[in-house]
């Protein structure tokens, strides 16, 4: 599956307001509704074999977000 395309934004362009990504890997589960924050979503990847898919941000995501949907914050981190 290619990268999806979030919110009829181009993901090869998006970015937050202030130009930065965050990227959270989805250990548990992969994309579906319910199972992520949607506020400041741009658009996911394909995960890697750690990860069912990765979710890039156009906000950093709260503690009690990551704990409450088990995402893993990959910003600054080689995702291989």
């Known amino acids: ?12 362009t998006a970015r937050g307001d ?4 965050y990227r959270y890997g989805m ?3 992969g994309f ?6 949607m ?3 741009l658009r996911r990847e394909d ?3 750690r ?8 906000r950093p995501l709260t503690n009690k ?3 409450d949907y088990e995402l893993d914050d990959l910003s600054g981190k080689e995702n291989t």
């Open 65 to 67: 977000e990551l704990r």
């Open 39 to 41: 506020k400041g979503l």
């Open 18 to 21: 202030n130009g930065m990504e």
């Open 51 to 58: 990860y069912y898919d990765i979710l890039i941000y156009e």
């Open 1 to 12: 599956m290619a990268s999806g395309l979030i919110a009829g934004r181009e993901d090869t």
């Open 47 to 49: 995960g890697d074999k």
């Open 27 to 29: 250990r548990l589960r």
């Open 32 to 37: 579906s509704p319910g199972c992520q924050p």
